[in-house]
């Protein structure tokens, strides 16, 4: 079937936590961070020609709202959502600044849940030195109960993101140095106004 118009929605938080235990951070909202090595536009390009190889070129893509990029020693991870053949997809995507191009190394999605209360999207995998390794987990919030999302690992680097009316998704790396302890996402956690826990996900 031919489909003439696919809605595209991309967004990214990436926060790099420190190495000290029991570190808790909070990411909230941010307007768009500019790099000098890739513009986003660069980003958007990439993807949108990903996903329509992927998908056998059917349709055309409108970019319909993009939050925040920040970059990690040229490397990126964006989460995102699109709707293909009146179904939406959900995903995450590792993207790399190799030279003047801009590499896709991995990309893992699924078809968008939205009757969970938070979507569950996870990845590990090293980074092109093999030098160090990384975490990634992502979701959208779609109980509106939910006003905070708390992600903690077993190493105790634990954090908050502050949602809003506008903003209902997170996404989150770890990066750790290969050979030492392994990074595990221990639970994601779901606090409302008054900061009571009101959903507990154990991975």
């Known amino acids: 079937m ?9 967004t990214l938080i990436l926060l790099l936590s420190g190495c000290d235990n ?9 307007g768009p961070v500019k790099s000098e090595n ?3 536009e660069d980003i958007h390009q990439k993807l949108e020609s990903f996903i329509k190889l992927d998908k056998n070129n059917l ?29 939406y997809y959900e995903g995450i995507a590792h993207v790399e600044k190799v030279g003047e191009k801009i590499e896709i190394l991995r990309t893992e999605e ?23 390794r990384y975490v990634v987990t992502a979701g959208t919030v779609n109980d509106q109960k939910i006003d905070t999302i708390l992600v903690t690992y077993v190493n105790q680097n634990n954090v908050f993101f502050k949602l809003s009316s506008t903003k209902r998704s997170f996404l989150d790396i770890q990066v750790v140095e290969n050979g030492e302890q392994e990074v595990g996402l221990e639970q994601v956690i779901g ?7 009101i959903y507990k996900r154990n991975e």
Not at 2 to 10: A, D, N, S
Not at 110 to 132: H, I, Q
Not at 191 to 197: A, C, G, I, N, Q
């Open 110 to 132: 699924v078809m968008k849940d939205n009757e969970s209360r938070v979507t569950n999207l996870m990845a590990s995998g090293d980074f092109n030195d093999k030098s160090k």
């Open 191 to 197: 606090l409302d106004s008054d900061r009571k826990e």
């Open 22 to 30: 029991t570190v808790i951070s909070e990411v909230k909202e941010e």
């Open 59 to 87: 349709g055309q893509f409108m970019i319909s709202d993009l939050k925040n990029i920040k970059e990690l020693s040229q490397n990126y991870f964006i989460h995102y959502i699109y709707k293909f053949n009146e179904a």
């Open 2 to 10: 031919f489909i003439r118009f696919i809605t595209f929605f991309l």
């Open 38 to 40: 890739v513009t986003l």
